[in-house]
């Protein structure tokens, strides 16, 4: 394989890019180095090479656009999803949409960001809403929306706004596309939208949630029954699993628009976990919870670049055939590739400077006196 051709290479240079000046570029690579490190504490009083208050400035204040940067993740996110349908035009896997909402516990004093810190969930602190891809083997950060608090977009209306960032050419590419999600997104409102998007659902439903008929959720016996719920305009398929976490087991209910086997539908809900293991990955992996900026531009950009770390690794792992299947990545270990790559870049870069200064002082000491 052509070095030059790798996913995460080729990401990495695109990112490049995005920054015009030489200042901002050796922040960004001495910061991605941290997030890289994937210890969960990217502090910038653990750089050697740049002081703290060099990297606040390039999170705070530097013009830099986050904008490209986001631009250049999310257009390469869809030629990576495109490329992988065309080597497989006939087993096309299903592209699966995860949303779900994280909290990010906070403790301290965020002046400029008091109209993000609330409390839901019995958790202070910020609240995102987050779009996952997958599709077969890729997992792909799309986008992030923040509640801000009551009498404001509900998770739900910000959930629908994400999907509408998604590309019509990959959501009409192949097999149709599913949104997934949890209890928390069961409202009307985001199911009739979902719908009118065109996509397939499959979301949790609350048990104590009434069917047209007076009954609850929870007075259904058969698993797969077609049923009408209050306050939609359409039938809906639901069925259950038991989870044995706690002492005594928990029923938990799902729901999708299209008529499914109840052990079929059981075993499909199941998938939304995979969104799960992407927050523990990126919050403990590349400290997306350890944010302390003081502004919210400072913020945004440190979850960008987190997210930018962990698609980096992801894809590293993805150009790597050696890893046995089912294996969970040693997000360490695609890290510490990476971070070698990233520190060669910066070598060559500095040996190329001093050979052109040892290369200057030659031909002052030889050149000829006048």
Same mark, same amino acid.
């Given at each position: 394989?052509?070095?030059?051709?790798?996913?995460?290479? &080729?990401?990495? $240079?695109?990112?490049?890019?995005?920054?015009? +000046?030489?200042?901002?570029?050796?922040?960004? @690579?001495?910061?991605?180095?941290?997030?890289?490190?994937?210890?969960?504490?990217? =502090?910038?009083?653990?750089?050697?090479?740049?002081?703290?208050?060099? *990297?606040?400035?390039? =999170?705070?204040?530097?013009?830099?656009?986050?904008?490209? #940067?986001?631009?250049?993740?999310?257009?390469?996110?869809?030629?990576?999803?495109?490329?992988?349908?065309?080597?497989?035009?006939?087993?096309?896997?299903?592209?699966?949409?995860?949303?779900?909402?994280? $909290?990010?516990?906070?403790?301290?004093?965020?002046?400029?960001?008091?109209?993000?810190?609330?409390?839901?969930?019995?958790?202070?602190?910020?609240?995102?809403?987050?779009?996952?891809?997958?599709?077969?083997?890729?997992?792909?950060?799309?986008?992030?929306?923040?509640?801000? /608090?009551?009498?404001?977009?509900?998770?739900?209306?910000?959930?629908? @706004?994400?999907?509408?960032?998604?590309?019509?050419?990959?959501?009409?590419? /192949?097999?149709?596309? &599913?949104?997934?999600?949890?209890?928390?997104?069961?409202?009307?409102?985001?199911?009739?939208?979902?719908?009118?998007?065109?996509?397939?659902?499959?979301?949790?439903? +609350?048990?104590?949630?009434?069917?047209?008929?007076?009954?609850?959720?929870?007075?259904?016996?058969?698993?797969?029954?077609?049923? @009408? =719920?209050?306050?939609?305009?359409?039938?809906?398929?639901?069925?259950?699993?038991?989870?044995? +976490?706690?002492?005594?087991?928990?029923?938990?209910?799902?729901?999708?628009?299209?008529?499914?086997?109840? #052990?079929?539908?059981?075993?499909?809900?199941?998938?939304?976990?995979?969104?799960?293991?992407?927050?523990?990955?990126?919050? /403990?992996?590349?400290?997306?919870? +350890?944010?302390?900026?003081?502004?919210?531009?400072?913020?945004? %950009?440190?979850?960008?670049? $987190?997210?930018?770390?962990?698609?980096?690794?992801?894809?590293?792992?993805?150009?790597?055939?050696? %890893?046995?299947?089912?294996?969970?990545?040693?997000?360490?270990?695609?890290?510490?590739?990476?971070?070698?790559? =990233?520190?060669?870049?910066?070598? %060559?870069?500095?040996? *190329?400077?001093?050979?052109?200064? *040892?290369?200057?002082?030659? %031909?002052?000491?030889?050149?000829? $006196?006048?």
């Amino acid at each position: 394989m052509n070095p030059k051709e790798v996913r995460a290479r &080729r990401l990495y $240079s695109d990112i490049l890019t995005c920054f015009t +000046r030489k200042q901002h570029l050796d922040s960004f @690579q001495v910061f991605l180095d941290l997030l890289l490190e994937a210890k969960g504490r990217p =502090l910038p009083v653990q750089a050697t090479v740049k002081s703290p208050a060099a *990297l606040s400035r390039f =999170l705070n204040h530097y013009g830099w656009s986050t904008r490209s #940067v986001v631009r250049a993740m999310r257009q390469h996110a869809q030629q990576t999803l495109l490329e992988f349908w065309q080597h497989a035009p006939h087993q096309r896997p299903r592209l699966e949409l995860l949303i779900d909402l994280t $909290s990010l516990e906070k403790t301290g004093k965020f002046e400029e960001l008091t109209d993000w810190m609330h409390v839901y969930n019995g958790v202070h602190g910020v609240h995102l809403v987050v779009l996952y891809l997958c599709c077969g083997p890729l997992r792909l950060p799309w986008a992030f929306q923040v509640w801000r /608090g009551r009498d404001t977009p509900s998770p739900a209306l910000l959930a629908l @706004q994400l999907l509408r960032t998604v590309p019509n050419q990959l959501l009409n590419s /192949g097999r149709q596309a &599913r949104v997934h999600a949890d209890g928390g997104f069961d409202s009307a409102d985001f199911i009739h939208g979902v719908l009118d998007l065109g996509l397939d659902l499959i979301v949790g439903v +609350r048990k104590n949630r009434k069917l047209a008929d007076g009954r609850k959720v929870e007075d259904l016996t058969v698993r797969g029954s077609m049923v @009408q =719920l209050q306050g939609l305009r359409q039938p809906v398929c639901i069925s259950w699993v038991w989870l044995y +976490r706690n002492e005594e087991p928990e029923q938990r209910f799902v729901m999708s628009n299209r008529r499914m086997g109840g #052990v079929h539908l059981a075993r499909v809900g199941k998938r939304r976990w995979k969104i799960e293991g992407f927050f523990k990955t990126i919050k /403990g992996r590349f400290g997306l919870s +350890r944010f302390a900026q003081h502004s919210k531009q400072g913020v945004l %950009r440190w979850w960008c670049l $987190s997210g930018l770390a962990f698609l980096l690794c992801h894809l590293q792992d993805l150009d790597v055939p050696t %890893r046995p299947p089912g294996r969970w990545p040693d997000w360490g270990e695609l890290a510490h590739h990476l971070r070698v790559m =990233l520190v060669f870049e910066v070598r %060559r870069a500095a040996l *190329l400077l001093e050979l052109d200064a *040892l290369d200057a002082a030659q %031909r002052a000491l030889f050149a000829p $006196s006048s």
